[in-house]
């Protein structure tokens, strides 16, 4: 299994984009996923979760603002990002629990201009 995320890209403050995370590869158990990210020299950070079951959290940062989600038909988990601001600028990054092993995805470039 891989997964690819996409949807990354500069925008500028109080925009919007939506984060996508692909897993390839068959799977029959689908767990929690998160959303992590890496601002340039500074350490890796979560950001959201998804249980199996739906339930979400947030880092403090971005709740009110930002949404994750999930379509397990399609195998897919989405970050949808409003209202961004500069300090969100980072590599996101998403992470899943699929047949009880976790995976990372590659990381998406987000950046945000003021």
């Known amino acids: 299994v891989q997964l690819q995320a996409s949807g990354g890209g500069l925008v500028q403050a109080g925009g919007s984009l939506r984060l996508s995370c692909a897993a390839s590869g068959s799977t029959l158990s689908i767990g929690a996923s998160d959303w992590y990210r890496q601002a340039q020299g500074k350490e890796r950070e979560w950001v959201a979760g998804?249980?199996?079951?739906?339930?979400?959290n947030y880092v403090d940062s971005v709740s009110g603002r930002f949404r994750i989600s999930r379509d397990d038909a399609k195998n897919m988990v989405y970050l949808q990002m409003n209202s961004l601001k500069p300090e969100d600028t980072a590599v996101y990054f998403c992470?899943?629990?699929?047949?009880?092993?976790?995976?990372w995805g590659q990381g998406t470039q987000v950046t945000v201009s003021s």
């Open positions: 992470h899943r629990w699929l047949d009880a092993q976790d995976y």
């Open positions: 998804i249980t199996r079951d739906g339930g979400t």
